[in-house]
């Protein structure tokens, strides 16, 4: 084993004992946005980029890596699927330590590249298969998809007017992982006679059923209005990487719902694992179901 690498392989294996998953993933996560903030401080966040240019971004420019490493299985306009072959300093320290490498690289660095790659560009969202990597397979199977989050917005829109026309509040909800939804609802809470059926708890629960898993790693929750603290407590228990919303729980209240004033940002704040939050998508078309 090279020297430098054995020597990264040591630092990984003592962070691995001393350290919680939350923690390093968090502690990963600023240290890789603290480096883009330096080497990027002219970029326009939310600016195009294709997953060409994210994997490039990731693994070229940012990690360094060879790209006979990291042979490209398919590439479109919306996606690009690769196998990660490169030597890895988690994947060595987990056989030496025992641990498991889909729990390390789901609760440390899924989120973290995610963190980095959307300081480039939120609407391209990093996926990994956790059957499909290493020592269980020969290669990480990884892959960038654009998702256009005004057509998810849109999809939660049109259940926020099915809400109002079968008598609810008029929320709705969609939960996808990449271009896949896994759930899709509206608030029910009026019609079944059950306040705690908002429109993301009944999109959550879809989503969990769909995959046969609480952990919802890698997904997103659209809501078409800011999560009220409940269900943005919920996304965090689920473990899903970001809430998507169009109108923030302090615009609605002024147009007369009943609102709890916490943010989901507070939420996600307190939350054991990372959640990224971002607002304002189709926000007139949001706050018009308020009207």
């Known amino acids: 084993m090279d020297p430098s690498f054995r020597e990264k392989v040591e630092s990984q294996i003592e962070k691995l004992r001393t350290c919680t998953l939350p923690a390093l993933e968090r502690?990963?996560?600023s240290?890789?946005?603290?480096?883009?903030?330096?080497?990027?401080?002219?970029?326009?966040?939310r600016s195009w980029a294709s997953p060409r240019r994210g994997f490039?971004?990731?693994f070229h420019e940012y990690m360094g890596l060879d790209e006979r490493d990291l042979p490209i299985i398919a590439e479109s306009e919306r996606e690009i699927l690769w196998e990660s072959r490169n030597p890895c300093p988690t994947l060595?320290?987990?056989k030496l330590t025992g641990l498991d490498p889909r729990r390390i690289c789901r609760g440390v660095y899924e989120k973290s590249t995610q963190a980095l790659l959307s300081c480039l560009d939120p609407g391209l969202r990093?996926?990994?298969?956790?059957?499909?990597i290493r020592p269980y397979s020969e290669y990480c199977q990884e892959r960038i998809v654009r998702v256009d989050f005004d057509q998810m917005m849109r999809l939660a829109i049109t259940e926020a007017e099915a809400?109002?026309?079968?008598?609810?509040?008029?929320y709705g909800a969609v939960v996808?992982?990449?271009?896949?939804?896994?759930?899709q609802a509206h608030d029910t809470a009026f019609t079944e006679r059950d306040p705690i059926l908002h429109a993301e708890v009944n999109a959550i629960r879809q989503a969990v059923r769909h995959l046969g898993d609480p952990n919802l790693s890698g997904a997103v929750l659209f809501s078409s209005?800011?999560?009220c603290p409940m269900c943005s407590s919920l996304a965090a228990w689920a473990n899903v990487s970001a809430i998507v919303y169009g109108a923030s729980i302090q615009e609605t209240a002024r147009l007369g719902k009943i609102r709890i004033h916490v943010s989901a940002t507070e939420i996600a704040e307190k939350a054991p694992g990372m959640i990224e939050i971002i607002g304002g998508v189709l926000r007139e078309e949001c706050l018009a179901l308020c009207s």
């Open 126 to 132: 990093f996926l990994r298969s956790y059957v499909e």
């Open 27 to 29: 502690e990963v996560a």
């Open 92 to 94: 060595e320290a987990c």
């Open 225 to 227: 209005c800011e999560p």
């Open 56 to 58: 490039e971004f990731l």
């Open 163 to 170: 809400s109002r026309r079968t008598g609810n509040k008029g």
């Open 31 to 45: 240290r890789r946005t603290e480096w883009f903030r330096q080497c990027h401080s002219g970029h326009t966040k």
């Open 176 to 183: 996808a992982i990449g271009n896949q939804i896994i759930g």
